[in-house]
């Protein structure tokens, strides 16, 4: 089955640190580059950050710049967003996203989401 399934969202204090997961089946997770994207309550899906096929290559969001890094496991399936010095306007539902296969690694085209995860962060 063709999924994306995201893991490691939750409760974190300001300040605090997260790390997200997102496993990949059913589709050759190395001939695809990768992002993660978040939504805001009553908000559009907005990109957060991208990683090429082999995790060469990576780039942020102003927002998220110097606070997370996106990184990539090809032998585990498996792409990262760590997530530090988090502060309430980060509050948000995490998606991983595909970019399909092809298109630019920093493409904002997306073929393939994860359920999400939320992450709230607050005291």
């Known amino acids: 089955q063709v999924q994306l399934v995201e893991s490691g969202g939750g409760l974190v204090q300001p300040g605090g640190s997260l790390r997200l997961s997102c496993t990949a089946s059913?589709?050759?997770?190395?001939?695809?580059?990768m992002s993660w994207y978040r939504q805001f309550p009553g908000k559009e899906r907005e990109w957060v950050a991208g990683i090429s096929n082999y995790g060469g290559l990576a780039k942020y969001e102003d927002a998220v710049k110097g606070r997370f890094i996106i990184d990539r496991d090809n032998d585990k399936n498996t792409l990262y967003l760590q997530m530090n010095s988090l502060g309430p306007d980060d509050t948000a539902v995490y998606f991983c996203?595909?970019?399909?296969?092809?298109?630019?690694?920093?493409?904002?085209?997306?073929?393939?989401w994860g359920q999400g995860t939320q992450v709230t962060v607050s005291y």
């Open positions: 059913g589709f050759p997770f190395n001939s695809h580059a």
């Open positions: 996203a595909r970019i399909p296969h092809g298109r630019g690694w920093d493409s904002k085209e997306t073929d393939l």
